[in-house]
């Protein structure tokens, strides 16, 4: 069963930093990898999708690479900003049904 | 498009009573999903439908639980009956696919079930 791994599980960082988030998965049989924001009691903001065959996806101030073979991605927020504050969750598609990380929480700081 | 559409937002109720959640997955897309958040197991598949056929249900806990799907713009997620154990986020989400392709799974606002 595929396994998706999220490190840290809580960050916390003044304004202005530029981070990243960390996503793991134990098999590299995969169609896309997706990463996703939620905000407290909401539902999941879809933030990159990055296909299989991607190396990397970019918008706005987030950066998001994918490494197939070491299992690995990660996403870069740039300049960070207190709105940014949210979970960050890493899905990998191995099927038809994503797998989920527990997800990062991110607090930004004034 | 107003997304995918899901009802109640929040539902409480008592041990032993059915519940029912409902979903309206964006218009055009032919797959869909019930998910469901728990502190302890994060994010879980619950049931997938592609072009309104269930595919898979291994993620369904139990008995218990059962979702249709009558057509392309309605799905209904049904507990019967509910327990304690039940209260958690369950989200819908859908997608369209065509052939091999995997696009972007778009999620509902979800449903906040408690169970008392």
């Known amino acids: 069963k595929q396994e998706v791994t999220q490190i840290p599980a809580a960050l916390s960082v003044p304004e202005g930093e530029n981070l990243v988030l960390n996503c793991s998965f134990t098999d590299s049989a995969i169609y896309n990898l997706q990463w996703f924001r939620q905000d407290p009691g909401k539902g999941l903001t879809s933030l990159l999708l990055?296909?299989?065959?991607?190396r990397e996806q970019t918008s706005g101030r987030l950066n998001a690479s994918l490494d197939k073979s070491s299992g690995r991605s990660t996403l870069y927020i740039a300049a960070s900003q207190p709105g940014d504050s949210a979970t960050y969750l890493c899905a990998v598609l191995p099927g038809y049904a994503l797998n989920f990380g527990k997800g990062t929480s991110l607090l930004v700081t004034p | 498009d107003a997304g995918v559409i899901q009802s109640p937002r929040h539902e409480v109720t008592e041990m032993g009573q059915e519940v029912t959640l409902r979903c309206k997955p964006i218009s055009g897309h032919n797959s869909l999903f019930w998910y469901r958040q728990t502190m302890m197991r994060g994010l879980e598949l619950l049931i997938y439908f592609n072009n309104n056929v269930p595919i898979d249900d291994s993620g369904m806990p139990e008995d218990r639980f059962s979702a249709k799907m009558p057509n392309a713009s309605f799905s209904t997620l049904k507990i019967q009956p509910s327990e304690p154990r039940d209260s958690a986020v369950y989200f819908c989400a859908s997608r369209f696919k065509q052939g091999g392709s995997y696009n972007e799974q778009f999620f509902g606002p979800g449903t906040r079930l408690t169970v008392l």
């Open positions: 990055i296909q299989s065959s991607q």
